[in-house]
């Protein structure tokens, strides 16, 4: 399984109402996508992070390349600063453990 790690964060309060308005309707299609295992949604010291699991890297990649995430992506250095990780793993990591690998693995957009 593909675990992915994201962390991301407005570029400023006015930057708020479109983040919101484009990471909403993201999260929802990755719920709902094919291959999707697991998805939650957190926010720690001030960044908002996706932790989800895929079948497979093609499943990622399909949800990243479509619908309401296709849209965000497009907007996103506009909106936002972040990065992400992702990695195979057997199991979902706790919290915890996505927030450390993301801090030491991640890649800054």
Known sequence: ???????????SFWH????WYRA??????AKKASGNLFCE?????????TLTAWN??????SFVGSGPHLKAVKSFRKIATGSTYHYESDTI?????????????????
């Open 16 to 19: 708020t109402l479109p983040f």
């Open 56 to 61: 497979d890297m093609a499943s990622l990649r």
């Open 93 to 109: 990591p706790t919290w915890e453990e996505a927030r450390r690998l993301w801090e030491v693995n991640y890649k800054e957009y």
């Open 41 to 49: 949604v957190k926010q720690i010291q001030s960044i908002h992070h």
């Open 1 to 11: 399984m593909i675990i992915s790690i994201t962390g991301l964060k407005p570029k």
């Open 24 to 29: 909403i309707p993201s999260f929802n299609q």
